[in-house]
């Protein structure tokens, strides 16, 4: 059974950034599709990122141009680079693992923006 551990989150200042990590324990993340998604209080969750097993990158329009989704193939890694937070990021980011018919979630990791 697939498994995924994010880790990374924590609380940070306006403007300051994170780097949230998602680990598989899966033989196949290699060509699985990756993708990061987040829950604010209150909200349902909602798509950030995603990188197909080619490097294939798409993300949210709110995010565009200050996160930064990538993978490490050798060590079943996908990594959010988030620069430039704002108050509004603030949310619990999940990570998401798709292979065929096959979704699995992370429990994610909680992602607090404040001063």
């Known amino acids: 059974q697939v498994q995924l551990a994010e880790s990374g989150g924590g609380l940070v200042q306006p403007g300051g950034s994170l780097r949230l990590s998602c680990v598989a324990s899966?033989?196949?993340?290699?060509?699985?599709?990756m993708g990061w998604y987040r829950q604010a209080p209150g909200k349902e969750r909602e798509f950030v990122a995603r990188?197909?097993?080619?490097?294939?990158?798409n993300y949210a329009d709110s995010v565009k141009g200050r996160f930064t989704i990538s993978r490490d193939n050798a060590k079943n890694t996908v990594y959010l680079q988030m620069n430039s937070l704002r108050p509004e990021d603030t949310a619990v980011y999940y990570c998401?693992?798709?292979?065929?018919?096959?979704?699995?979630w992370g429990q994610g990791t909680p992602v607090t923006i404040s001063s």
């Open positions: 899966s033989s196949l993340f290699s060509i699985s599709r």
């Open positions: 998401n693992y798709v292979l065929g018919g096959r979704e699995v």
């Open positions: 990188i197909t097993s080619g490097g294939s990158t």
